[in-house]
């Protein structure tokens, strides 16, 4: 006998209670998207390899190790499952202009796939929410961008998510505070990891942003990237305090957040919660100026932000907030030839009239249909046989009410009693 497969390790199927409760969220997330104007594109799952290279930077976690690369068998080109949606999401826009007339406000959801060690809160896919604007230089869409997520939480019943945020300057800016980082760090070189002592002459800023207890204090007296930031940059920052307090939204400026990628200038921010142990963080982003001209666009500014889908439903429903699955209207119970006939009919009838009808299929007796109507949770059964093909009738049931006497209907006159009742009973609630 063949061994039972099973679903690629980190990589989750996700079964029709959870696959409801993903579309409710799914559904909040546009209509808030809409109410800040924001657009949808679809960019493919796979991209050729030297984009992510390029848009991530050699040496960061993603590109060194967690990377689904492969080549296409047929042809020979380097392909990449998608790690993030930025890179492609910046390809787009490259490749079909779109910045060219007005800025854009972009979003997207899907799978992303990462190499990481499983565990809760991190899989090998998962999903994200990315959220672009393209051409918008000042500090308002900033500020915006971080308030959209405030109004996100609230929309979702989440509360104690906290902010974080920092400004990461300007590359020039960046490369000094790099020289006095790596010059610390290597008066304490004895102190450092392995891994701090890999990332010293290639990624030193990542130091910082190690999750090595015993690398805390190291860290904490570092030099810090703020104290090397001009004037302009500084103004930058504090235009997006400005509004952020305007607002009353609450923030940490927390100097060792560095985001794991290369792209990013000035505003950094995060979004983290306590309860989810290790992986806290349900939402990263900020501002990217120089991708679109890396890549080889015309150079536009940029800002964006990513939401970990996973760790914000796990969120919701740590919180007791797990929607009940949507019950059908009615179902409809029928057997004998002639009567299989009209259901079908007046199935598509109901449906016609907007209703959740389920049809039972795989014959049986009255009595098992009946249970299994019983068990779908329908409001009503639609009893339909022989007897009542041959004069176009069927029987209506209320099945969560007590009391209520079958009645028998014309079948053109099912959906008008039906609605009828359900708005009676919604009045009642
Ligand atoms: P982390 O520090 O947790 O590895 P990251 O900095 O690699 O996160 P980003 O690339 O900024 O994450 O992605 C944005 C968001 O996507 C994260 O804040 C998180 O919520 C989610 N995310 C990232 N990697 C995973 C993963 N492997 N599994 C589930 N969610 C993830
Ligand atoms: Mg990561």
Same mark, same amino acid.
């Given at each position: 006998?063949?061994?039972?497969?099973?679903?690629?390790?980190?990589?989750?199927?996700?079964?029709?209670?959870?696959?409801?409760?993903?579309?409710?969220?799914?559904?909040?997330?546009?209509?808030?998207?809409?109410?800040?104007?924001?657009?949808?594109?679809?960019?493919?799952?796979?991209?050729?390899?030297?984009?992510?290279?390029?848009?991530?930077?050699?040496?960061?976690?993603?590109?060194?190790?967690?990377?689904?690369?492969?080549?296409?068998?047929?042809?020979?080109?380097?392909?990449? @499952?998608?790690?993030? #949606?930025?890179?492609?999401?910046?390809?787009? =826009?490259? +490749?079909?202009?779109?910045? /060219? *007339? !007005?800025?854009?406000?972009?979003?997207?959801?899907?799978?992303?796939?990462?190499?990481?060690?499983?565990?809760?809160?991190?899989?090998?896919?998962?999903?994200?929410?990315?959220?672009?604007?393209?051409?918008?230089?000042?500090?308002?869409?900033?500020?915006?961008?971080?308030?959209?997520?405030?109004?996100?939480?609230?929309? @979702?019943?989440?509360? #104690?998510?906290?902010?974080?945020?920092?400004? =990461?300057? +300007?590359?020039?800016?960046? /490369? *000094? !505070?790099?020289?006095?980082?790596?010059?610390?760090?290597?008066?304490?070189?004895?102190?450092?990891?392995?891994?701090?002592?890999?990332?010293?002459?290639?990624?030193?800023?990542?130091?910082?942003?190690?999750?090595?207890?015993?690398?805390?204090?190291?860290?904490?007296?570092?030099?810090?990237?703020?104290?090397?930031?001009?004037?302009?940059?500084?103004?930058?920052?504090?235009?997006?305090?400005?509004?952020?307090?305007?607002?009353?939204? /609450?923030?940490?400026?927390?100097?060792?957040?560095?985001?794991?990628?290369?792209?990013?200038?000035?505003?950094?921010?995060?979004?983290?919660?306590?309860?989810?142990?290790?992986?806290?963080?349900?939402?990263?982003?900020?501002?990217?100026?120089?991708?679109?001209?890396?890549?080889?666009?015309?150079?536009?500014?940029?800002?964006?932000?990513?939401?970990?889908?996973?760790?914000?439903?796990?969120?919701?429903?740590?919180?007791?907030?797990?929607?009940?699955?949507?019950?059908?209207?009615?179902?409809?119970?029928?057997?004998?030839?002639?009567?299989?006939?009209?259901?079908?009919?007046?199935?598509?009838?109901?449906?016609?009239?907007?209703?959740?009808?389920?049809?039972?299929?795989?014959?049986?007796?009255?009595?098992?249909?009946?249970?299994?109507?019983?068990?779908?949770?329908?409001?009503?059964?639609?009893?339909?046989?022989?007897?009542?093909?041959?004069?176009?009738?069927?029987?209506?049931?209320?099945?969560?009410?007590?009391?209520?006497?079958?009645?028998?209907?014309?079948?053109?006159?099912?959906?008008?009693?039906?609605?009828?009742?359900?708005?009676?009973?919604?009045?009642?609630?």
């Amino acid at each position: 006998m063949s061994q039972t497969l099973q679903s690629v390790r980190g990589m989750n199927d996700i079964l029709p209670d959870e696959a409801e409760f993903w579309e409710i969220f799914e559904e909040t997330v546009r209509s808030w998207l809409k109410c800040y104007g924001y657009r949808p594109i679809r960019m493919p799952i796979v991209e050729p390899t030297p984009l992510f290279k390029r848009a991530i930077g050699e040496v960061t976690d993603i590109v060194e190790k967690e990377m689904y690369s492969f080549e296409d068998s047929l042809n020979g080109e380097h392909l990449t @499952l998608r790690p993030e #949606g930025t890179a492609g999401c910046v390809r787009a =826009l490259i +490749q079909h202009n779109l910045a /060219a *007339q !007005h800025p854009r406000r972009l979003y997207y959801m899907g799978q992303m796939f990462r190499h990481e060690r499983p565990q809760k809160g991190r899989y090998r896919q998962f999903h994200q929410v990315g959220v672009e604007a393209f051409g918008f230089a000042g500090p308002d869409i900033d500020a915006e961008m971080i308030l959209m997520g405030a109004r996100l939480w609230g929309d @979702l019943g989440l509360d #104690g998510i906290e902010l974080q945020i920092n400004s =990461l300057g +300007q590359p020039e800016e960046r /490369a *000094q !505070h790099r020289a006095a980082l790596i010059a610390y760090f290597e008066q304490h070189v004895d102190m450092l990891d392995d891994d701090a002592r890999r990332r010293l002459h290639t990624n030193p800023l990542r130091i910082l942003d190690t999750k090595n207890p015993a690398l805390q204090d190291l860290c904490a007296n570092a030099p810090k990237l703020i104290d090397y930031l001009g004037p302009e940059s500084l103004a930058h920052f504090e235009g997006v305090q400005r509004v952020l307090r305007d607002a009353g939204q /609450a923030f940490t400026v927390n100097p060792r957040l560095v985001r794991g990628l290369d792209y990013y200038n000035l505003t950094v921010f995060e979004w983290v919660t306590d309860r989810l142990g290790a992986q806290g963080t349900v939402c990263a982003g900020g501002r990217y100026d120089g991708l679109v001209n890396q890549l080889g666009g015309k150079p536009t500014p940029a800002c964006g932000f990513a939401m970990g889908v996973e760790r914000l439903i796990a969120l919701i429903q740590e919180a007791g907030g797990a929607p009940a699955s949507p019950a059908p209207d009615v179902y409809l119970v029928h057997q004998g030839e002639n009567a299989s006939r009209l259901a079908f009919r007046v199935a598509e009838g109901l449906r016609d009239q907007g209703l959740n009808v389920l049809l039972h299929c795989g014959g049986g007796s009255f009595k098992s249909q009946m249970k299994k109507a019983d068990a779908s949770g329908a409001t009503f059964a639609v009893v339909i046989g022989d007897d009542e093909a041959a004069t176009g009738e069927a029987q209506l049931k209320a099945l969560r009410e007590e009391g209520v006497a079958q009645r028998k209907l014309k079948v053109d006159d099912l959906a008008e009693a039906i609605i009828g009742q359900l708005i009676d009973s919604d009045e009642e609630e």
